[in-house]
Structure formats: structure tokens, C-alpha cells
């Protein structure tokens, strides 16, 4: 009686795991995206200006508040290229209400405010960021400034932070790459 159990259950085993194996081969890799050619990228930006969020994007670039964030970049951008000090004057030590840029500040850069960002919040990488106060002069650089219709200010990356020939914060350098 186990014999013939045996027999049967054997067979069965085989195909249920041919069956499994047949499935997993007819599985389509998936296929690795190439980068996007000139008139693809252009093709996919027309789409996008023509969606709901490019045409709240493109309203917000030609109001005032967006004309406005252009400018106040304008003013650093030279500044941000050559990677040189920046003077700023912090005027406040929390951001915009429903802002989610990470550890941030405001600070005044050449008269225009702007959103200073060191990304998402971790505990003992900005402790001496935290002994700032309003109305400290620092001196910073910064790799990049940004924008986004959410915020009225532009939001500028904080690389380096110096106060009174302190450094008091030093970007860590990426791991694995540029």
C-alpha cells in the first residue's frame, strides 16, 4: 500500500514542479531602461507641461511669487556655481508650516530670504547646527539651489556652515561615487 502511494505521489510531485519551473521561464525579464534620447526627453516634457501638475507648475512660474523665487536665485546663483562663501543672517530656526525638506532654517542671503536645508533630520549629524540662534551671521556654501510652487522661497542646500571662523558644518562626502 505505501508502494503504490508512493508511485502516485511521485508523478505528481514531478509535474507540480515542472508546472512551477515552466512559469518562472516564461517570466519576462525586465527590461533595463536606457537613457532617454534628446527628442524623447522633449516629447516627455510636453506630456508633462499638458498634465494637471504642468499646468500648475507653468501658472506658478509666471505669477509673481514665482517670478519672485527666479529672482531671489538669480541673486546666489554666481555664488552657488563658483562654490564661494555665502553671508547669511538667520532670521528664523524653524521653516514654513507643512514644509518637508528635512533639518532646515530660514536665512537672509543679499536682502531676498531663503529655505537653508541640510535634508532629512539625523540626530548627532547636526548637533552644532543646533546651537544657532536668530540673527547669527554664518557664512555657508552650497551645491544647489532649488524650487518648488509649495514653498514662496527658493531652498538652497547647505554644504558648509561657518560662525566666527568655526566650522560648524561639513557636508560628509557621498559614499560610492561623485
Given at each position: 500500500m505505501?508502494?503504490?502511494?508512493?508511485?502516485?505521489?511521485?508523478?505528481?510531485?514531478?509535474?507540480?514542479?515542472?508546472?512551477?519551473?515552466?512559469?518562472e521561464?516564461?517570466?519576462?525579464p525586465?527590461a533595463?531602461?536606457?537613457?532617454l534620447?534628446a527628442?524623447?526627453?522633449k516629447?516627455?516634457?510636453k506630456?508633462?507641461?499638458?498634465?494637471?501638475?504642468?499646468?500648475?507648475y507653468?501658472k506658478?512660474e509666471?505669477?509673481?511669487?514665482g517670478k519672485?523665487?527666479?529672482?531671489?536665485e538669480a541673486?546666489?546663483m554666481?555664488?552657488?556655481?563658483?562654490n564661494?562663501?555665502?553671508e547669511?543672517?538667520?532670521?528664523?530656526?524653524?521653516l514654513?508650516?507643512?514644509?518637508?525638506v528635512g533639518?532646515g532654517?530660514m536665512?537672509?542671503?543679499?536682502?531676498?530670504?531663503f529655505?537653508?536645508?541640510?535634508?532629512?533630520?539625523k540626530s548627532d549629524?547636526f548637533q552644532q547646527?543646533?546651537?544657532?540662534?536668530?540673527?547669527d551671521k554664518i557664512l555657508?556654501?552650497s551645491h544647489?539651489?532649488?524650487?518648488?510652487p509649495?514653498?514662496?522661497y527658493p531652498?538652497?542646500?547647505g554644504?558648509?556652515v561657518?560662525r566666527d571662523?568655526?566650522?560648524?558644518?561639513?557636508?560628509p562626502?557621498?559614499?560610492g561615487g561623485?
Amino acid at each position: 500500500m505505501k508502494k503504490l502511494i508512493y508511485v502516485l505521489l511521485l508523478p505528481l510531485v514531478v509535474v507540480g514542479g515542472l508546472v512551477f519551473a515552466n512559469r518562472e521561464i516564461n517570466k519576462k525579464p525586465i527590461a533595463k531602461r536606457l537613457p532617454l534620447t534628446a527628442a524623447e526627453m522633449k516629447a516627455a516634457r510636453k506630456q508633462w507641461e499638458v498634465s494637471p501638475d504642468g499646468i500648475m507648475y507653468k501658472k506658478w512660474e509666471a505669477s509673481s511669487a514665482g517670478k519672485k523665487v527666479y529672482a531671489s536665485e538669480a541673486k546666489i546663483m554666481k555664488a552657488v556655481r563658483n562654490n564661494t562663501n555665502m553671508e547669511a543672517i538667520i532670521t528664523s530656526l524653524s521653516l514654513p508650516s507643512g514644509s518637508r525638506v528635512g533639518f532646515g532654517m530660514m536665512v537672509e542671503i543679499n536682502d531676498e530670504d531663503f529655505i537653508l536645508s541640510f535634508g532629512p533630520l539625523k540626530s548627532d549629524e547636526f548637533q552644532q547646527l543646533h546651537s544657532l540662534k536668530v540673527n547669527d551671521k554664518i557664512l555657508l556654501k552650497s551645491h544647489g539651489v532649488s524650487h518648488a510652487p509649495k514653498y514662496e522661497y527658493p531652498i538652497v542646500a547647505g554644504d558648509y556652515v561657518e560662525r566666527d571662523k568655526k566650522i560648524i558644518y561639513n557636508r560628509p562626502p557621498r559614499k560610492g561615487g561623485c
